[in-house]
Nanobody, 115 residues
Framework: QVQLVESGGGLVQAGGSLRVSCVVS????????MGWYRQAPGKQRELVAG???????NYADSVKGRFTISRDNARNTLYLQMNSLKPDDTAVYYC?????????WGKGTLVTVSS
């Protein structure tokens, strides 16, 4: 059974940076087809970024140029580097399969951006 554990969230001022991580465990699992999602208060969960089958990264328009997704296959860890953060980026961030989530959701990690 695959398990997802997100970490690295916190409180940051607008314009600041933060990196969140996701450790994938349980069975031998390749994180080539993983992505990041987020859910803001009162809103539906949305896709933020993910790796395509060709290995390139796709980003939501709202984060393009500010966020960077990366991975460490040896550590089964997915990262999301977030720069130039805005209050609208405030959300709980989750990792899951990409382009469609298929793993039981983890608890996520809360990112709060103050203005």
């Amino acid at each position: 059974q695959v398990q997802l554990v997100e970490s690295g969230g916190g409180l940051v001022q607008a314009g600041g940076s933060l990196r969140v991580s996701c450790v994938v465990s349980g069975n031998t699992f390749r994180i080539n087809y993983m992505g990041w999602y987020r859910q803001a208060p009162g809103k539906q969960r949305e896709l933020v970024a993910g790796f395509t089958s060709g290995g390139s990264a796709n980003y939501a328009d709202s984060v393009k140029g500010r966020f960077t997704i990366s991975r460490d296959n040896a550590r089964n860890t997915l990262y999301l580097q977030m720069n130039s953060l805005k209050p609208d980026d405030t959300a709980v961030y989750y990792c899951n399969g990409y382009p469609s989530p298929w793993i039981a959701w983890g608890k996520g990690t809360l990112v709060t951006v103050s203005s």
